[in-house]
């Protein structure tokens, strides 16, 4: 039998301290709380998703304390914490674990603390779609409420950073033999007959990978690293071929009878581990021929740029402090009063321009009509004509134009309403620092696309609630 949701009556916050940002920290909670409570139906996309984990969790016999009654909005409390603090999964039990006042936030009360290890797998439970559909319903809850006014729409986009390594060629090589040497060496030890006593090389790959990382510049250098590159590459050839005919060995043992095959469970998890990196590192390999020995220019949309985050893009947006980043572009478009009204992660980097009309499609459901004034970056220019098509429908339509401008251009951009709305979209900048430095997504630290996307939207949630229950 599933769990059922339980809401439980709101909390009368009391704190008393003479400090006054003590005050201030518990009054943060405290509106939360209360907008939480007023809102109910903000956790039941949520428990939606839990509700079969947390059956597992609970397993037979109900061994489980009463506060799993009400986990899902524990669950949404903890990750709620957890965005504000900027902590880990394991910090963050230990923080609400010692603290009476956020017990009591996350009402969780006296009753046992949920392992970290238990949020982690009922946090994983929760897809990138529900985060968008708990945004929604806390956009339309604020619309109604008259917290939102839909007369202004601002777009900007920025990159989230996935959680890897500077992607040079060596140290991916390097990555792909030490994961399939890991691998190798567990399999080993469940089916020795079919791995064999061949030996691995673990530190004469780490240690020629050391001497490509040590080479300088030059023609010389160049011939050098070529001669390295080539040891290299014939070592890890080497290994993907031996995992290959490994993994046809222990698949044609797995099928002639699971009976007599040591944890066949396990031995089937670690051949597909197996199968999964040795397809990426065979990519890896040919990229690395390519670039280095044929000294061939791989486009970057062809390149893996992880071992462990394979889906991450190179993305170069022109900044000075940072010209190229290593995760995926995401989209916000906000309000006036600072509310996200809507967010887009994106898998593969898209073209800007093509991005306002699903935007002002996302701002007409939530507000029944356009904004009076829209504004962006010059990366959503695309034509004069574009913004004469979107001035039909909106009054103030406040788009540069990169490079060098016509009359007409110069004429648009002289406009003071148009001067008015740019200084009104230099405030998402804002938003998007605070996304970053406060609430932690200036990188993803979560493993797979799917943990990634629903991070951003936990955030922007986050984001969201603290602007709607500002003091």
């Known amino acids: ?31 939360i709380d209360q907008l939480l409570g007023q809102h109910p139906e903000l956790v039941h996309p949520l428990h939606r ?28 409390r903890l990750l709620i914490c957890m965005c504000i603090e900027d902590l880990s999964l394991r910090q963050v039990v230990v923080r609400v674990d010692d603290s009476n ?66 992607p040079t060629d060596s140290a991916l090589l390097w990555d792909t033999y030490r994961v399939l040497a ?27 990978q050391q001497k490509i990382a040590r080479v300088g510049k030059g023609r ?72 280095v020995i044929q000294e061939q220019a791989v486009p970057n949309a062809q390149k893996l740029f992880s071992l462990f985050e394979p889906h991450t893009e190179l993305i170069k947006r022109g900044k000075a402090g940072k010209p190229v980043e290593f995760g995926h572009k995401i989209q916000i478009q906000q309000v006036a009063s600072k509310f996200i009204t809507a967010y887009d992660v994106f898998p593969s980097q898209p073209a800007e321009p093509q991005l306002l009309t699903p935007a002002l499609r996302k701002h007409k459901q939530l507000f029944g009509h356009y904004p009076q ?39 648009w951009e002289a406009d003071p309403l148009f001067r008015h709305a740019q200084r009104f979209r230099a405030g998402i900048e804002g938003s998007i620092s605070f996304l970053k430095r406060i609430l932690g997504l200036a990188r993803c630290y979560l493993k797979g696309w799917e943990h990634y996307a629903a991070a951003v939207g936990a955030t922007v949630f986050v984001h969201n609630l603290l602007i709607l229950t500002r003091c």
Request: net charge positive; hydrophobic share 40%; aromatic share 6%.
């Open 49 to 76: 998703d839990i509700a079969e984990p947390l059956e597992c969790e609970k397993g037979e016999g109900d061994s489980q304390p009463a506060s799993f009654k009400c986990a899902s909005e524990t669950v949404l």
């Open 182 to 208: 890991r691998l190798v060496k567990r399999l080993r030890e469940l089916v020795p007959a079919a791995v064999g006593k061949r030996r691995l090389h673990l530190r004469k790959v780490k240690h020629l």
């Open 1 to 31: 039998m599933r769990p059922e949701f339980n809401n439980q009556p709101q909390l009368n916050f009391q704190p008393c301290s003479s400090l006054e940002i003590t005050n201030a920290y518990y009054a943060k909670y405290a509106a």
């Open 373 to 411: 004034t829209l504004t962006a970056d010059k990366g959503y220019y695309e034509s004069m004509e574009d913004l004469a098509r979107l001035g039909q429908k909106i009054s103030v339509v406040a788009i540069g134009k990169k490079g060098k401008r016509s009359p007409r251009q110069a004429a």
């Open 101 to 166: 006042y956020l017990r009591q936030f996350v009402r969780v009360y006296n009753d046992p603390m949920i392992d970290f290890s238990t949020l982690c797998r009922l946090r994983g439970a929760v897809c990138p779609a529900t985060w968008e559909e708990i945004n929604r319903l806390l956009g339309r809850a604020a619309r109604q409420a008259g917290q939102l006014s839909g007369a202004s729409l601002r777009l900007d986009t920025t990159v989230v950073e996935t959680n890897i390594h500077w």
């Open 220 to 291: 010389a250098a160049a011939a050098t690293l070529k001669k390295l590159y080539l040891q290299l590459i014939a070592r890890v050839r080497s290994l993907l071929s031996w995992c290959a005919d490994l993994s046809a060995a222990v698949q044609r043992q797995l099928q002639a009878g699971r009976a007599t095959t040591p944890a066949p469970a396990l031995l089937g998890e670690l051949l597909e581990q197996v199968q999964h990196y040795h397809a990426l590192g065979q990519r890896v390999v040919e990229q690395s021929w390519r670039r």
